[in-house]
């Protein structure tokens, strides 16, 4: 079955500081796809970025990356210089044959800077 | 920028009454679903829709629940007779294509008192 386990449930940095948020998922598909969306306090779901399984290659968008190893499973996201507006709930979703289209979500990792 | 649209956005209801939550799709998005958050909790997937039928549907998607495109445009879920429990915040989500990124509207938090 499909699972996404994000162990961190809360974080608290300082602001300028790095933080990488943990996601491991699990399927049996070799075709599947990985998500991170944001929730902010004010509660909608914002996306952040799509990977498929056969595309490993790491992605950076600004002050963002993301790190994929099928090898281990993981697809983690690091924010470099985190700032206070980054605090949000962040959660990282699968998507695979076997779920069809729907995304199953791991717990959330709530991520709190301060300044 | 197109958006996902719910309606309303907080609804408060008396246990055992019916609801009906609204969203409008994007217009060329072919792939609609509910998802629901509890709060504090993660998003579960509760029903996804394509074709005007159920695709799949988890198994918190049990008779109490019904979703329907009556007009073309409006997207509904409607729980028949809530419970507690059914207290969450509901989103919709749609997509254009298969496994491409879901957008979320923002949400219908439903209270059942």
């Known amino acids: 079955a499909q699972k996404v386990t994000q162990a961190q449930t809360e974080i608290s940095v300082v602001e300028k500081e790095d933080v990488t948020l943990d996601c491991v998922y699990e399927?049996?598909?070799?075709?599947?796809?990985l998500f991170w969306y944001k929730q902010p306090p004010s509660g909608e779901l914002v996306f952040l970025i799509r990977r498929n399984s056969f595309d490993e290659q790491n992605e950076i968008s600004g002050r963002y990356s993301w790190n994929f190893q099928k090898s281990t499973s993981s697809f983690n996201f690091t924010i470099t210089a985190s700032q206070v507006v980054d605090s949000a709930v962040y959660f990282c979703?699968?998507?695979?044959?076997?779920?069809?289209?729907?995304?199953?979500f791991g717990k959330g990792t709530t991520l709190s800077v301060s300044s | 920028e197109p958006e996902v649209t719910q309606t309303p956005s907080h609804q408060v209801t008396q246990m055992g009454q019916e609801v009906i939550l609204r969203c409008v799709p994007i217009s060329n998005h072919l792939y609609f679903y509910w998802y629901r958050q509890i709060l504090g909790q993660k998003v579960e997937f509760l029903v996804s829709f394509y074709n005007n039928e159920i695709s799949e549907k988890s198994e918190i998607f049990d008779d109490q629940f019904s979703v329907e495109r009556p007009d073309g445009s409006n997207f509904t879920l409607k729980i028949r007779s809530t419970k507690l429990e059914d207290s969450a915040m509901y989103f919709c989500?749609?997509?254009?294509?298969?496994?491409?990124?879901?957008?979320f509207g923002q949400g219908t938090r439903l209270t059942v008192v």
């Open positions: 979703a699968l998507s695979d044959y076997q779920a069809g289209t729907a995304l199953i």
């Open positions: 989500a749609t997509n254009e294509e298969l496994n491409t990124e879901a957008f």
């Open positions: 399927t049996r598909d070799t075709t599947y796809y």
